[in-house]
């Protein structure tokens, strides 16, 4: 089984909102990621934890907040989001050094 | 990561075999070769990896040439429901922590009935 589950599969938030998105897996995977990636174009690297600690964070503004509670969890919490957030959300996961299997992805409206 | 070059977009007629190639002329020894494919917004599908031999699964063969610096993904027998972007990506993967998928542009296939 390769399956990564993300909820919600929509989500249509304000500005002033707070909302999280959230990843699971079952795979015993130890790295998992989180990609965001706007119309037409291909996914970018958010963030990777590695055995549920923040390895790589490329940069992002700190109104994305992830966390990663446990090896099976990934969250990514929103706050004060902008219009031009609004993207296809994806979470990944893998064995440190294996394949990266994702998710069916979060489509994020921010209005 | 080594940088990849793809065609922008491939017709291909269904049921026929589609050939997807990939450049990466700039490949090191420990990079290995991914194929993914996204269909219209989806999550990416992981399809086959390899590293200097010839691979083949369920889903597709990887074919990868002798000097490591451009490879073909084949579909034997193309479905409508194979129609999606095509990523072609270099990736080490041992050392170090996890490493990020670097995604280029890819390729638009459409299999046309």
């Known amino acids: 089984d390769t399956e990564v589950t993300q909820t919600p599969k929509h989500l249509v938030m304000g500005m002033t909102n707070k909302k999280s998105l959230k990843c699971e897996q079952h795979?015993?995977?130890?790295?998992m990621y989180w990609y965001k990636q706007k119309a037409k174009k291909p996914p970018e690297l958010m963030f990777v934890?590695?055995?549920?600690?923040?390895?790589i964070n490329e940069s992002v503004p700190s109104r994305f907040s992830p966390e990663c509670p446990n090896s099976s969890l990934l969250n990514l919490h929103l706050h004060a989001l902008q219009p031009e957030d609004s993207a296809l959300y994806l979470c990944?996961?893998?064995?440190?050094?294996?394949?990266?299997?994702f998710g069916p992805g979060t489509r994020l409206t921010v209005l | 990561d080594a940088k990849t070059t793809q065609p922008t977009s491939m017709d291909c007629a269904e049921g026929r075999a589609a050939n997807l190639p990939c450049n990466h002329s700039t490949i090191s020894g420990n990079e290995y070769v991914y194929w993914y494919r996204q269909i219209h917004s989806q999550g990416p599908q992981y399809i086959i990896h390899?590293?200097?031999n010839n691979e083949t699964n369920e889903m597709a063969s990887l074919i990868i040439t002798e000097d490591r610096k451009s490879s073909t993904l084949i579909l034997p027998h193309a479905t409508l429901r194979d129609t999606a972007v095509y990523y072609c990506i270099v990736r080490v993967a041992s050392g170090g922590s996890a490493r990020q998928l670097t995604f280029g542009s890819g390729t638009q296939l459409t299999v046309l009935p």
């Open positions: 390899g590293l200097k």
């Open positions: 795979m015993g995977h130890r790295a």
């Open positions: 934890y590695s055995y549920e600690k923040l390895s």
């Open positions: 990944a996961s893998s064995q440190v050094f294996g394949t990266q299997y």
